[in-house]
């Protein structure tokens, strides 16, 4: 009870000792007196004499009748100072109780007391219920799967042995070699004892580099690839273009922010691609979601006939070849019963050359030039249809970076010999580069 720690008297400006005297008028700042200047009646400016007081002291029980709040407090504190167990120190520190009492007193009161116990578990709770996450599902301890070695799953892990949380190969992977020929001797003099110094320095930063990294991987879950792919393939494409893009910010962030970025973005493109829907009904004049019903339904209906005119297009490029007729027919049959379309390899033996494509009346002439409607003609590709072909293959080159003739093959299903002429063609052009 140290007496530094109540304010001093308005008197005599000494510290006050228990009991002291405290107005009931007066204040704020409460207005305290000694037991000495209040039977002198000190006044000061507002306080008079006989004004109304009350007696302050901490000599009642609160607990235990035989412990006063003051020996509470000093309890407290000394438990504080000397550690919980150290019974003996504390009832020292007290000088009033034994070292049973104390110790009883303790555990009576204040660790067996359910009063308190169901206080703190309430708090807890609440706590916990204040910081619960609505991020999606994480757990950076699950136990990744154990491929047996040089397995394509181990391959896909880049060699991570679980039962030793390494890599075979680690990242960094010989930065020990600078250490093994270094050896600290007694007549080493101080310019190479201070560069052995520093190459060991230098090697505790690339350890702590790679352990940094283990613990980005370890913690983001991207040990097992599998399943980190599959989590992000349930997003929109537009929100796995993000995922992309900032993966290389997740090492900044924890993963439940990371994530949490994520599905706030996911949320945002669902309410953007709900407000655009509702405005082209508002657009439409659409007033109720009945309405807004048959809209739909009319507008897939309407998709529905363009495509049929855009496969008639295609066909009319066929008309005076019967043998490339056929071969479109039985690429339609495939896709209808839902196989790969098998487009046959065209032989030139035997048969004559099919004329050029005659572009007059056919939609998105318009949009090509001289040397564009030329190839159109000569490989006999509507302009409709060449168009989606070279804005895939663009989109394709700007992601990647440059494009293959096989990665050309892969994005459009057509003819390979018409797909190499279309690769070469924006080439030489200059709309894509080669890889």
């Known amino acids: 009870d140290d007496p530094s720690d109540k304010p001093p008297c308005r008197g005599c400006s000494s510290y006050l000792m228990e009991p002291y005297i405290k107005c009931a008028e007066c ?10 200047c209040f039977t002198r009646g000190f006044e000061y400016k507002k306080h008079q004499s006989d004004h109304t007081y009350e007696i302050m002291t901490s000599d009642f029980p609160v607990l235990d009748p035989s412990w006063t709040a003051q020996e509470e407090m000093a309890l407290l504190e000394a438990v504080m100072d000397c550690g919980f167990g150290n019974w003996q120190d504390v009832a020292n520190q007290m000088c009033t109780k034994t070292k049973e009492e104390c110790e009883k007193h303790y555990m009576k009161h204040f660790i067996n007391n359910p009063l308190f116990a169901s206080t703190l578990l309430n708090l807890k709770q609440a706590e916990e ?11 950076s301890t699950d136990d990744p799967p154990r491929p047996t070695f040089d397995s394509l799953l181990s391959r896909d892990m880049a060699g991570y042995m679980p039962a030793r949380a390494d890599f075979i190969e680690e990242f960094d992977n010989y930065a020990e070699w600078d250490l093994r020929d270094i050896d600290f001797v007694e007549d080493d003099s101080d310019i190479l004892h ?14 702590k580099e790679r352990q940094r990294r283990k613990k980005i991987i370890r913690d983001h879950g991207l040990i097992n690839l599998r399943k980190f792919q599959l989590m992000e393939r349930r997003y929109p494409k537009e929100v796995q273009d993000l995922y992309e893009t900032m993966r290389r910010f997740a090492r900044i962030v924890g993963p439940v922010e990371h994530d949490k970025f994520i599905e706030s973005h996911a949320l945002e493109f669902e309410l953007r691609r709900e407000i655009k829907r509702l405005q082209e009904y508002r657009t439409a004049g659409i007033t109720n979601f009945c309405s807004a ?8 209906t309407r998709e529905e006939e363009r495509l049929k005119r855009t496969m008639l297009s295609e066909v009319l490029q066929y008309i005076q070849d019967s043998s490339a007729c056929q071969q ?9 019963s839902g196989l790969s379309p098998s487009v046959p390899m065209a032989s030139n033996s035997g048969r004559r050359s099919a004329p050029p494509l005659n572009l007059t009346g056919l939609p ?10 030329e190839l159109c003609q000569m490989v006999r590709l509507v302009p409709g249809a060449y168009l989606e072909y070279k804005s895939a293959l663009l989109n394709e080159c700007n992601k990647q970076g440059g494009l293959r003739l096989a990665q050309a093959r892969a994005l459009i299903k057509i003819d390979v010999n018409k797909t190499r002429k279309i690769y070469d063609f924006l080439i030489r052009e200059g709309y894509i580069t080669k890889a």
């Open 328 to 336: 479109w027919l039985r690429r339609q049959a495939d896709i209808d």
């Open 293 to 300: 019903r048959t809209y739909d339904h009319l507008k897939k």
């Open 27 to 36: 204040g704020p700042p409460p207005f305290f007196l000694c037991l000495q």
């Open 364 to 373: 998105g002439t318009e949009k090509l030039n001289e040397k564009e409607k």
């Open 129 to 139: 219920a204040k910081t619960t996450d609505t991020a999606i599902p994480f757990h």
């Open 194 to 207: 201070a560069l052995k110094m520093a190459v060991v320095d230098i090697y505790h930063s690339r350890l």
